[in-house]
């Protein structure tokens, strides 16, 4: 008999503080109608001060966990994806999620693939749940992003946002339930194109260091911008392709939320109709691994996502990384 893993659950959380465009205004020289105009972003929720990223991870999971019916002891593996991560090196944020959850003597660790950490997550539960090594594994998509931004750097303070995405990933026997393909790819050849120099062994913590901010997210937008368009377009078609699935198929396409006019040039370029695709980003911005985890949990609140319906999930990040995914949903309904 063979071992299929499923997407079970989804859970998210939302931080209660807003960050209008109108606010930004009175931050940096920016306009609301620019932003708009550039990006699609209107707002974003900002966590709170004494709010960690393994906060916001450990609420958004406790809901996946409660959708999916099971307790802190059913889960074997906890994958934490984030750039922002509660230590910088060590522990794991994944650890410290496992505490508050009270999830004990599991493995547990994080990925560092930037915004497209989810999906990466997602193909590292799918190998071990397929292998027999795992049954149930957490994976969550967290980001306090706001704690690595230059709030006086126009080019990127504008884009991102802080808030946790969740889901259970179980074996299954039943094949229709199962995840159909996922692509997860990197190019390191693109290194400074998204990047937050320190601290690491290339730019340790030291006053030099922080005195010429590098310990800011340092982004050219721009040529990201243009990768970004080339390079999902290329993935997305492919994985469609292998799968012999036809893009007027899929009733949910669930991008990551970077920018509009990304979104939109991909999903045009497969033809996909605006009811098909799901749009998060102008009330969270970029939430970097939490914005397809976000995204999911928004459509699934919204009653919009049923068992057995296929989701086609697309991402890009620093790196640069990029990833696609072709599944089901195969949770209960809301
Ligand atoms: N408000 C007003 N003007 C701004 C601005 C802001 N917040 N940010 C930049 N500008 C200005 C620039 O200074 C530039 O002015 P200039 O022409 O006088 O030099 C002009 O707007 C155009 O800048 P540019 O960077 O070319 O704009 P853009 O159309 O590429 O939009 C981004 C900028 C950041 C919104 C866009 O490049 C982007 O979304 N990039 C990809 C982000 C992404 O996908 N990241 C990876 C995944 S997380």
Same mark, same amino acid.
């Given at each position: 008999?063979?071992?299929?893993?499923?997407?079970?659950?989804?859970?998210?959380?939302?931080?209660?503080?807003?960050?209008?465009?109108?606010?930004?205004?009175?931050?940096?020289?920016?306009? *609301?109608?620019?932003?708009?105009?550039?990006?699609?972003?209107?707002?974003?929720?900002?966590?709170?001060?004494?709010?960690?990223?393994?906060?916001?991870? #450990?609420? #958004?999971?406790?809901?996946?966990?409660?959708?999916?019916?099971?307790?802190?002891?059913?889960? *074997?593996?906890?994958?934490?994806?984030?750039?922002?991560?509660?230590?910088?090196?060590?522990?794991?944020?994944?650890?410290?999620?496992?505490?508050?959850?009270?999830?004990?003597?599991?493995?547990?660790?994080?990925?560092?693939?930037?915004?497209?950490?989810?999906?990466?997550?997602?193909?590292?539960?799918?190998?071990?749940?397929?292998?027999?090594?795992?049954?149930?594994?957490?994976?969550?998509?967290?980001?306090?992003?706001?704690?690595?931004?230059?709030?006086?750097?126009?080019?990127?303070?504008?884009?991102?946002?802080?808030?946790?995405?969740?889901?259970?990933?179980?074996?299954?026997?039943?094949?229709?339930?199962?995840?159909?393909?996922?692509? #997860?790819?990197?190019?390191?050849?693109?290194?400074?194109?998204?990047?937050?120099?320190?601290?690491?062994?290339?730019?340790?913590?030291?006053?030099?260091?922080?005195?010429?901010?590098?310990?800011?997210?340092?982004?050219?937008?721009?040529?990201?911008?243009?990768?970004?368009?080339?390079?999902?377009?290329?993935?997305?078609?492919?994985?469609?392709?292998?799968?012999?699935?036809?893009?007027?198929?899929?009733?949910?396409?669930?991008?990551?939320?970077?920018?509009?006019?990304?979104?939109?040039?991909?999903?045009?370029?497969?033809?996909?109709?605006?009811?098909?695709?799901?749009?998060?980003?102008?009330?969270?911005?970029?939430?970097?691994?939490?914005?397809?985890?976000?995204?999911?949990?928004?459509?699934?609140?919204?009653?919009?996502?049923?068992?057995?319906?296929?989701?086609?999930?697309?991402?890009?990040?620093?790196?640069?990384?990029?990833?696609? #995914?072709?599944?089901?949903?195969?949770?209960?309904?809301?």
């Amino acid at each position: 008999m063979s071992l299929y893993a499923a997407f079970r659950s989804i859970g998210a959380y939302v931080p209660e503080k807003i960050l209008t465009n109108a606010d930004l205004e009175q931050m940096v020289d920016t306009s *609301d109608e620019w932003i708009t105009k550039r990006t699609g972003i209107k707002e974003r929720r900002l966590a709170a001060d004494d709010e960690s990223t393994s906060d916001m991870a #450990a609420k #958004a999971s406790q809901i996946a966990m409660d959708r999916a019916g099971l307790t802190h002891e059913d889960i *074997d593996l906890v994958v934490c994806a984030t750039v922002t991560p509660d230590y910088f090196n060590m522990p794991s944020t994944a650890t410290v999620i496992s505490d508050k959850l009270n999830i004990r003597n599991v493995q547990a660790f994080d990925i560092s693939a930037a915004c497209s950490g989810f999906v990466y997550a997602l193909s590292v539960a799918r190998a071990f749940v397929e292998s027999g090594m795992k049954k149930n594994v957490l994976i969550i998509g967290a980001e306090k992003f706001s704690s690595i931004v230059d709030w006086t750097d126009r080019g990127t303070c504008i884009l991102f946002g802080d808030g946790a995405g969740a889901a259970v990933i179980s074996a299954t026997e039943d094949k229709s339930e199962a995840i159909i393909d996922i692509h #997860a790819s990197a190019d390191g050849a693109y290194t400074d194109m998204l990047i937050t120099p320190a601290p690491g062994s290339v730019h340790p913590m030291n006053q030099a260091n922080l005195d010429a901010g590098l310990q800011y997210v340092q982004m050219k937008g721009n040529e990201t911008f243009k990768l970004a368009v080339k390079t999902l377009t290329k993935d997305v078609k492919e994985i469609l392709e292998k799968n012999n699935i036809d893009a007027a198929d899929i009733p949910h396409f669930i991008p990551h939320q970077a920018n509009y006019r990304i979104i939109k040039a991909v999903g045009d370029a497969l033809g996909m109709r605006e009811d098909q695709t799901v749009l998060t980003i102008h009330k969270y911005g970029n939430t970097s691994a939490a914005s397809i985890p976000m995204a999911i949990n928004d459509l699934y609140e919204a009653g919009g996502l049923k068992h057995g319906e296929l989701m086609l999930l697309d991402t890009f990040g620093g790196g640069l990384t990029w990833a696609s #995914a072709v599944l089901p949903f195969a949770g209960k309904n809301a």
